[in-house]
């Protein structure tokens, strides 16, 4: 069975035409599903608005579901709750509270859990509540940039290893947001600079915010290499810009996918977003 898709952009990603995500689906439904996720890298869904329970059951046919790293206001659940709403009081933050300063790191680009040992598959980010303009997410794909790459930089890049960690990025926006416990429960980890997709033998690289490091080299000559390779992989013309509207859903490939968050009147607008964070099953297997 073959789906019907929209191309979101010339290089990456597809919206799912017909399919209601909200709904149940067997294995045998989610097939065409999977294999469009492998292609395009990056799919949206349109629907009525996800209930929590609905976008785990979704989760759960991409894989095994992350708990959330404790620094997030539903840390220790499956969700990563991106939102300038304090679900206690139901009000807005206010500007300085830190909650605002994450949202603020979540607008450079990154690769969710790239810090994390068993790092991550994909995310799904499903709106609940959004803005009437501003706060769209952006992603690009680093299959495309791979794929336009000198060939002499591939070779260089080829078997390099990168060090991933938390506190590297958060530190840079703000040393005082990660407490010293947030920080021992995310030590540094390595991964392939050059991620190889087992489905269709495609490259890509896993960089972004989190990426501190080249395993073996100087911050100096690490920055350099990494720095550059973002900058190659972002120039305007190949980042798809998501404008939300309530109800979408959207699963990007956090092997090949960086994204960003962009600003909204914060102190004005509620925005919720919930997202969840799934590793590939065989990964779980072989940990
Ligand atoms: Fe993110």
Aim: glycine share 4%; aromatic share 8%; proline share 5%.
């Amino acid at each position: 069975m073959s789906l019907e898709v929209r191309p979101l952009h010339d290089l990456f990603g597809a919206e799912v035409v017909g399919v209601d995500a909200t709904r149940p689906m067997t294995a045998e439904e989610f097939a065409p599903i999977m294999d469009a996720f492998e292609t395009y890298s990056v799919l949206l869904f349109r629907g009525p608005v996800m209930t929590d329970a609905q976008q785990i059951a979704l989760s759960e046919h991409f894989g095994v579901v992350q708990v959330a790293f404790k620094a997030n206001q539903t840390g220790g659940s499956m969700f990563s709750r991106q939102s300038n709403i304090n679900f206690e009081t139901n009000e807005i933050f206010p500007a300085d509270h830190h909650r605002m300063t994450f949202l603020k790191a979540n607008m450079l680009w990154h690769s969710d859990s790239s810090y994390m040992d068993c790092g991550s598959l994909c995310s799904i980010l499903a709106s609940r509540e959004v803005p009437p303009s501003g706060g769209n997410t952006e992603v690009v794909s680093t299959r495309a940039a791979y794929e336009r790459l000198p060939h002499d930089l591939k070779n260089r890049i080829e078997d390099l290893t990168v060090v991933h960690s938390l506190s590297y990025a958060r530190d840079k926006m703000d040393m005082s947001i990660l407490t010293d416990e947030q920080r021992d429960a995310a030590p540094p980890v390595k991964h392939p600079l050059v991620q190889v997709n087992p489905a269709n033998g495609k490259k890509s690289m896993l960089i972004g915010a989190h990426a501190a490091f080249i395993d073996g080299w100087s911050e100096e000559d690490s920055r350099d290499l990494l720095d550059e390779l973002v900058e190659h992989s972002t120039p305007q013309e190949s980042i798809y810009s998501h404008a939300w509207q309530n109800g979408d859903a959207i699963v990007w490939d956090n092997r090949c996918i960086l994204h960003r968050a962009t600003p909204f009147e914060s102190t004005k607008y509620r925005r919720h977003l919930e997202r969840t964070t799934i590793t590939d099953r065989s990964w779980v297997a072989a940990a």
